[in-house]
């Protein structure tokens, strides 16, 4: 009896060390297509001098393409999460990162706007959209007790994206022209983001594994019999509409600089390598916050942390008005990107906490919609701005009043698991 106890303590023990390593391959993979997927998209300051010169379109109407990919990444979420939460998560990825590629590719062949907007809007946005939220759920799945902390490491693929990825753009197009350069980051996606998607499993349960390391006895649960809200229920609770309230006043500000940064540095006289380099260093923030913050959220609580970032990335959009030098943008750059990926580290995990993982992806990206509707007003309405006025100051403060706003509508939820106030 004593030898059948001891070879079944040591079959738990590999099957707890499986469940673990599985976590963090996840993590990993999700990592890897966040990096490819996100970051490709944030190569457009890399390119927004080459197509304004190719095109000869003003600001706004440039901006468009972006803000179109981005507002329909954020949107396809709401299709993207119910998918997954129905079929899986790895065959939904794998779809995204080949649109991501297509995408790449027809915009690397665009004779027009309207066809950049197809392919940096659509196919990319599309992509995009089928490619992360199913990821970062995926995530949220295989964490309970770490949740901030793993899924902040995933989601930093996104900050070493912003980082790594518009240099690479940037020497791409010195050598390959910026056709050339959004060809060979199609192929990256098609073949990279393919291989990591392979790895995305938001389904331990299947595995006969549990969250944490954890182990299932008996057969896998079925998607009802997981704790948390059915989507209905989120979508008519408190947390859900203030979340979702706060994440579209936030999000107008949120991509400002991801359009506007490095032309608006080069207005300032810093030098379009500079400019570059200065948009790279939202990349090093964000990565900073995607790690640090996430793990600190899990011992201070997300629902606070969350209201720090708010608040957070509104000071900091009004130290980009008054920053004139390469040094106070570099300041800006850092510590609003230190800000927005503490935000999207937090944002998924603080869901989860509040619905469970039941319907977690159907949840996610339903929640993710709001950022479509900020997206679109943010960039395109800064550059109209600047096409009309030559300034940027309006619509800046504009985002940073909003993302005050954004603050002060997460300081009215209770802490998820609290009872709610009177």
């Excluded at 790895?90 to 907007?117: F, H």
């Excluded at 403060?397 to 609290?418: M, R």
Aim: charged letters at 10%; glycine letters at 14%; hydrophobic letters at 55%.
């Amino acid at each position: 009896m004593r030898s059948i106890a001891a070879v079944t303590a040591l079959v738990d023990a590999s099957r707890r060390r499986e469940s673990a390593r599985w976590g963090w391959i996840v993590v990993a993979a999700a990592f890897t297509v966040m990096f490819i997927a996100l970051g490709s998209t944030y190569t457009f300051p890399a390119f927004f001098a080459p197509l304004q010169q190719e095109f000869g379109a003003p600001r706004a109407s440039l901006s468009w393409a972006f803000s179109i990919g981005v507002a329909i990444y954020f949107a396809v979420g709401a299709l993207s999460g119910p998918l997954t939460d129905r079929f899986g998560a790895r065959w939904v990825v794998l779809t995204g990162m080949i649109l991501v590629g297509a995408g790449l590719i027809v915009a690397a062949r665009a004779t027009s706007l309207w066809a950049l907007y197809l392919g940096i809007g659509l196919g990319l946005g599309i992509g995009v959209g089928f490619a992360y939220v199913p990821s970062i759920s995926a995530v949220q799945r295989w964490f309970v007790l770490r949740r901030g902390f793993a899924s902040g490491i995933a989601v930093s693929g996104i900050g070493v994206g912003t980082l790594v990825m518009p240099k690479i753009a940037e020497a791409l197009i010195d050598q390959l022209g910026w056709r050339g350069a959004y060809l060979t980051l199609g192929l990256l996606a098609v073949v990279g983001g393919g291989l990591a998607a392979l790895f995305v499993d938001n389904s331990p349960e299947r595995r006969g594994l549990l969250p944490d390391g954890g182990v299932a006895s008996g057969a896998p649960p079925a998607r009802g019999e997981l704790p948390g809200m059915s989507v209905g229920e989120a979508l008519r609770s408190k947390p859900f509409r203030l979340l979702y309230i706060a994440s579209v006043l936030a999000s107008i500000g949120l991509f400002m600089p991801f359009v506007h940064l490095t032309p608006s540095a080069e207005d300032r006289g810093v030098e379009h390598s500079t400019a570059v380099t200065l948009f790279a260093l939202i990349g090093v923030g964000s990565t900073a916050g995607r790690f640090l913050i996430g793990g600190i959220a899990d011992r201070l609580g997300r629902r606070r942390s969350l209201m720090m970032m708010f608040a957070g990335i509104a000071v900091m959009l009004g130290w980009w008005m008054i920053a004139n030098t390469a040094f106070g943008l570099g300041v800006f750059a850092l510590m609003f990107g230190a800000c927005y990926g503490g935000y999207v580290a937090l944002a998924p995990a603080l869901l989860a906490d509040y619905f469970g993982p039941r319907n977690a992806s159907g949840i996610i990206g339903l929640a993710y919609t709001a950022g479509a509707l900020g997206t679109l007003l943010g960039p395109p309405l800064a550059g109209y701005a600047f096409d009309v006025s030559g300034s940027y100051v309006l619509p800046i403060a504009g985002a940073a009043l909003a993302a005050l706003l954004s603050a002060a509508l997460v300081s009215l939820l209770d802490e998820p698991g609290a009872a709610p106030r009177p």
